[in-house]
Nanobody, 126 residues
């Protein structure tokens, strides 16, 4: 089992920044690729970003590329999401997730992520 706890959400004006953090406990953190997903009201949950086990590879949704940065610290069992130039359409509940394997190029697939946090709300006002 891996327990994930997100923090750092809040209310910010458009153009502002937030940094989300996810603290992991349980099994060996470096055994897991880590991802961020989000779910806006009335919409399905969608992929945001992911980072490989050592941090050497990162992938982003087109909608956040160039604005968001995912990083991890395997010594502290944390993964972060730096969000800059926020837009109202970034408003959502953001979830941290852990995957033992992407099963090839499946880093966007929720089914590859076995463990999920409870989510943290991000609200961007216009």
């Amino acid at each position: 089992q891996v327990q994930l706890v997100e923090s750092g959400g809040g209310l910010v004006q458009a153009g502002g920044s937030l940094r989300l953090a996810c603290a992991a406990s349980g099994r060996t953190f470096s055994n897991y690729a880590m991802g961020w997903f989000r779910q806006a009201p009335g919409k399905e949950r969608e992929f945001v970003a992911t980072i490989s086990w050592s941090g050497g590879r990162t992938y982003y949704a087109d909608s956040v590329k160039g604005r968001f940065t995912i990083s991890r610290d395997n010594t502290k069992n944390t993964v972060s999401l730096q969000m800059n130039s926020l837009k109202p359409e970034d408003t959502a509940v953001y979830y941290c997730a852990a995957a033992l394997s992407w099963n090839g190029s499946g880093w966007k697939r929720e089914a590859n992520y076995a463990y999920w946090g409870q989510g943290t709300q991000v609200t961007v006002s216009s």
